[in-house]
């Protein structure tokens, strides 16, 4: 691990996205939701899985795209793509992509992420005020 970030375990995750830690626990299990690199992943019975904020932002966001008609699996690889840069996410039939506020131009049909403001918001949820700014 190339540097030292906070650390957080799953109950933090589902408290900071909003989405049910059983939930959680099933996406994790089936892979639909894959650790960062500098998150860790139980190497066996006893030891927890433990993630960091940006994955706090990652999983929010895709548990968000879930919320309004994603799929998990289409959900979680928008997410990967697309997790923390800010702007809005827009996401339609056809792509999801990050457009800069001053070049928004919403297609019809699509469904709007203020990334700034779901990053804030897990900030908050994971007591990292700080950082919330």
Sequence with gaps: MA?????????????????????????????VIRPSEQDQTPGGQGNPRVFTELSAQRIALAYTLMEIGLTPNDAARTADECHRPTGLLVVDAYSARVLPLAEFNLPIGAAIVDMHELNIRVSERLNLKENAT
């Design 3 to 31: 540097k030292d970030f906070a650390r957080f375990g799953t109950a933090d995750l589902a408290r900071a996205s909003g989405m049910p830690v059983k939930k959680l626990l099933r996406l994790l299990d089936r892979n």
